[in-house]
């Protein structure tokens, strides 16, 4: 916690003495916006390895040898003193997978090849783990695949070359460890005599969904996320447009997509892409919302700008996602998407076109995009992209823009600091009822040093509770970034963490879940008697409401943040509806500087059932909660 708040909790305390009344009045006549399904969703994006070493089952580490960098990173070649062995490309596995390791046997010798994965492999005893490479070459002998702890073999298969390899081709084995390790190694060991190439090596659990670790899944369908923007962020854009993402290079057989460095810092294999992207949507019952680059690379570091030629390439890849994602089978890209085994259209109804992209350029580019998008599918809302500021003048200019030109949906970033989340919980009161609406596409509350603490995830509820009011501006809210695996991080604060076998959701992910879970179908018209606190520039409140409808479940959902160090008192008085003696209470609660972790979770909501209700009762809102109330209303 910051001196700042230790300060402001200290006059607050001082301010507070006593017990304090609120009075909360809920009027079920006046019913303001409906809520979308979307507004609460996910933001997808490959950084601190979310895909490879995350979500993607894959366990091997540079699979394919494709870097250009560091060629040999995540393996370790032990050789005889007769073998040599290179990174070569003269006879590659196909045109986007050119690199291949060669090992050269002068005469019978031994080489073995060692990889550690993502800092250790984590197996499971009695599970089933499939081992897959590509050979070559007119090697003979014997190839011996191992899964070792220390010095002990956990699981062991081999394949017998008697003759020549000849042109490519995939061997397999099924590998069965015989105990539970988080910290393995994949052992080829290789005995024979001539030249062998090795190519697109791989160590998957048998137990995946298409190619997803299940464990982390199962966190995201926790989020029941209404929308789910996809791949990027900043990896959209790229360091440079060579590097920037293209979805057709994403599709297709694994072994034929191509590995490409990733604008995080690291080289992303593409085992999970587009397709996947979209089969993880239809799973999680979630929009999808992909984002496409603008023809401009990382806008905020000396940008390279596609030509005009090179622009319509731009546009293009959008006209064909939508008809791969949408189109009829017997189209082009439809009957791609049909032969990978998905002849429904997904009917994706959003795509963005740019990345914290602004200026005169990308609004010239963007109407290009919007033009030719329209042109084909009139009814494909189009996201347009904000600048990486969400105040100032470069903000200021993309709104007046995008009204001017009636844009469908604007995206905004938000990385604030709690004190200025709690003190801008109005803004989007102002905003133009008839004007674009929103898309909160990133956010989240950054503390001093960036920790994943309850006191960020308090101000973000206490922000949320402002986006669910004005949800007839504010259509889609994701928190960013979505995961971090433990050592592999580029970014601070996440939503969720894991490594090779565990994962645990921070305060901020059950913040989230917590509002997906309780969002209503439409807002009611509540006020609360409170009075603001003026404190080091910015202003506060006491508490922070908002009151939804559930209309399948007939229950008043009454959410209130108290994000101070004392409790609060407050009557409640509904009108328009009589609600039942017993509901349901749902908290989440803790000390300010709390956070989770593998060994326990210290925020998390505890639910109980409350008596002794009716449309006049008193509640105690306790000091640093968050806590949702479910009135059901009587028949």
């Known amino acids: 916690m910051s001196k700042f708040f230790a300060v402001l909790f200290l006059a607050l305390s001082i301010l507070l003495v006593g017990e304090v009344q609120h009075v909360l009045t809920i009027d079920f006549s006046q019913q303001g916006p409906e809520i979308p399904e979307t507004l609460h969703g996910i933001f997808f994006e490959d950084i601190n390895h979310a895909v490879d070493g995350g979500l ?23 050789r005889g003193n007769s073998v040599k062995s290179s990174i070569e490309e003269t006879h590659p596995l196909n045109e986007n997978n050119t690199r291949y390791l060669e090992v050269r046997f002068s005469e019978t010798d031994r080489a073995t090849l060692t990889n550690l994965g993502y800092g250790g492999i984590a197996v499971f005893q009695g599970q089933e783990y499939i081992f897959s490479t590509y050979l070559s070459g007119d090697f003979t002998g014997t190839i011996t695949t191992m899964i070792v702890d220390d010095d002990e073999v956990l699981a062991s298969g081999s394949i017998l070359l008697y003759q020549p390899v000849g042109d490519w081709r995939k061997y397999t084995l099924n590998l069965i460890p015989t105990k539970t390790s988080t910290d393995t190694r994949l052992s080829i060991s290789i005995q024979g005599s001539g030249t062998l190439r090795i190519d697109m090596v791989s160590l998957m659990p048998k137990r995946n969904w298409n190619g997803m670790r299940e464990d982390l899944l199962e966190m995201l369908e926790g989020l029941k996320p209404g929308f789910m923007r996809f791949p990027g962020g900043c990896l959209v854009q790229g360091n440079t447009l060579e590097n920037a993402y293209r979805w057709k290079e994403s599709i297709g057989p694994v072994e034929q997509r191509k590995t490409k460095w990733n604008f995080w810092g690291y080289y992303q294999t593409l085992g999970i892409g587009f397709y996947e992207y979209l089969l993880l949507c239809e799973k999680l019952g979630a929009e999808p919302v992909p984002i496409f680059n603008p023809g401009i690379s990382f806008q905020i570091e000396s940008p390279e700008y596609a030509s005009e030629e090179e622009l319509k390439e731009w546009i293009q890849d959008v006209l064909d996602f939508l008809e791969f994602a949408n189109g009829a089978t017997d189209t082009y890209w439809g009957s791609i998407r049909a032969s990978l085994g998905h002849p429904e259209p997904f009917n994706v109804k959003y795509v963005g076109v740019g990345n914290e992209n602004w200026g005169p350029k990308y609004w010239e580019n963007f109407e290009k995009f919007r033009k030719a998008i329209k042109e084909r599918y009139p009814d494909v809302k189009i996201v347009f992209s904000g600048p990486p500021s969400y105040e100032g003048t470069d903000f200021r200019q993309a709104w007046r823009w995008a009204k001017e030109n009636n844009v469908e949906i604007f995206d905004e970033h938000i990385y604030a600091s709690p004190e200025w989340m709690l003190a801008n919980t109005d803004r989007y009161n102002r905003y133009d009822r008839n004007g674009p609406k929103v898309m909160l596409g990133e956010y989240a509350a950054h503390t001093d040093g960036r920790r994943n603490n309850w006191w960020a995830a308090l101000a973000e509820a206490a922000f949320l509770t402002g986006v669910v009011k004005n949800s007839d501006v504010v259509i889609m809210a994701s928190y960013a970034p979505l995961f971090n695996r433990v050592g592999w991080s580029q970014w601070v ?25 309780n969002r209503g179908d439409v807002v009611v018209h509540s006020e609360l008697t409170d009075e603001e606190y003026r404190m080091f520039g910015y202003r506060y409140k006491h508490l922070y409401h908002v009151v939804t409808y559930d209309e399948k479940s007939r229950e008043l959902i009454v959410k209130v943040i108290n994000p101070w160090p004392e409790d609060r008192t407050v009557q409640v008085n509904i009108k328009g509806i009589t609600v039942e003696e017993t509901g349901r209470e749902i908290t989440l609660a803790g000390d300010p500087k709390d956070e989770n972790s593998f060994d326990e979770l210290k925020i998390v909501p505890k639910e109980r059932i409350i008596t002794g209700l009716n449309n006049s009762f008193e509640y105690t809102f306790k000091a640093q909660t968050v806590t949702v109330l479910r009135l059901k209303v009587k028949e």
């Open 56 to 78: 993607y089952v894959e366990l091997v580490r540079n699979r394919s040898f494709e870097q250009e960098t560091r060629r040999y990173e995540g393996w370790r070649i032990e």
């Open 493 to 517: 604060p996440d939503l969720i963490w894991f490594d090779g076998y565990r994962v645990f959701g921070t305060p901020s992910y059950y913040v989230q879940k917590v509002f997906a879970e």
